[in-house]
């Protein structure tokens, strides 16, 4: 098994336990409702939207660059869909901002990456990774709730990209963690992208009794 492979696994392994969505086993549905699960939304987007355009500048690797470039476009293009379905909802969104509370964690750390290929595998690679993962889940959900209009903006339209974005990672591992020392980097960067979601995934569950958080 190659190293990308290899590491490939173990994400799938750490993610494991988001594929299974209890409450829902047990017919109950969440506490929560769906515009405040796509207010969350938002706030994820943006933080993904900004973190791929402050590294694309001091990003050398022209092919990594524009992937970033295509990312932070797509990541935007969420955050306006998802923002028309909200006003869709009835919802008032003037003076909101996703950002009031300030950046989370997660965001903090990413953009104190300053290797390409830590950010790679910390951002498109794992971050994607959890995102997939996480919005499958959300897609119950919302069906759940009876949201068909909500569950196919993210089936056929947020999750098309996120699988992009991943596959763009995966791509430029291979292509550029091609030592020992880098691919420690990688390894590295991407256990604790998915150790600091984890950590924030259960907090913003614990306080908003959502069942569900989207994307990452």
Not at 138 to 159: F, G, H, P, T, W
Request: glycine share 6%; with cysteine.
């Amino acid at each position: 098994m190659g190293f990308v492979e290899g590491l490939y696994h173990e994400v799938a392994q750490a993610l494991r336990k988001l594929e299974e969505i209890p409450i829902l086993e047990s017919g109950v549905l969440p506490k929560i409702g769906v515009v405040e699960l796509l207010k969350m939304a938002l706030k994820n987007e943006m933080e993904a939207s900004q973190l791929a355009a402050l590294w694309m500048p001091s990003t050398p690797e022209i092919d990594i660059k524009l992937g970033l470039a295509r990312q932070c476009g797509d990541e935007a293009k969420h955050y306006r869909l998802i923002e028309k379905r909200l006003i869709e909802l009835g919802e008032n969104l003037e003076g909101f901002s996703p950002l009031a509370m300030g950046y989370s964690p997660l965001y903090q750390w990413l953009v104190t990456l300053d290797n390409s290929i830590e950010r790679v595998a910390a951002g498109p690679f794992a971050r994607e990774a959890i995102a997939i993962k996480r919005n499958l889940q959300l897609i119950a959900v919302l069906e759940a709730m009876e949201d068909k209009e909500s569950a196919d903006l993210y089936r056929n339209q947020i999750q098309p990209d996120e699988d992009w974005h991943h596959n763009f990672g995966l791509t430029m591992l291979r292509k550029y963690a091609t030592t020992v020392e880098l691919q420690e980097k990688a390894t590295l960067a991407t256990m604790k992208t998915i150790e600091l979601a984890d950590e924030l995934r259960t907090a913003a569950m614990a306080k908003s009794g959502a069942c569900v958080i989207p994307g990452c």
